[in-house]
């Protein structure tokens, strides 16, 4: 089964910029359609974006679209989150996760069947 190690979390002001990785092990990411997700604190895990295996297909959260971007890197076992024009609404435990890309499009924790540990990403006002 796959590993998922996120990371490039910290502490950005806002308007600023991070982009989040997500590293895999033990299995060829190409597998698998990847999801971010986050938690803000007192908050429910919340969707932001996902990428079809291939890269060629991505979905994102109303709050995501037009400021983050998810990309990933087969050959490197990696998905990225570039993060743009940052918020502090935006601070939250960011999280990774995956699940076997048999097509199809998913939005809900239930979906992913593996999960990262979370990077948290702090933005001041």
């Known amino acids: 089964q796959v590993q998922l190690v996120e990371s490039g979390g910290g502490l950005v002001q806002a308007g600023g910029s991070l982009r989040l990785s997500c590293a895999a092990s033990g299995e060829t990411l190409s597998r698998y359609y990847v999801g971010w997700f986050r938690q803000a604190p007192g908050k429910e895990r919340e969707f932001v974006a996902a990428?079809?295996?291939?890269?060629?297909?991505?979905d994102y959260a109303d709050s995501a679209k037009g400021r983050f971007t998810i990309s990933r890197d087969n050959a490197k076992n990696t998905v990225s989150l570039q993060m743009n024009s940052l918020k502090p609404e935006d601070t939250a435990d960011y999280y990774c996760?995956?699940?076997?890309?048999?097509?199809?499009?998913?939005?809900?924790?239930?979906?992913?069947?593996?999960w990262g540990q979370g990077t948290q990403v702090t933005v001041s006002s």
């Open positions: 990428i079809s295996w291939s890269g060629s297909n991505t």
């Open positions: 996760a995956a699940r076997p890309a048999y097509g199809g499009t998913y939005y809900t924790e239930d979906a992913f069947d593996y």
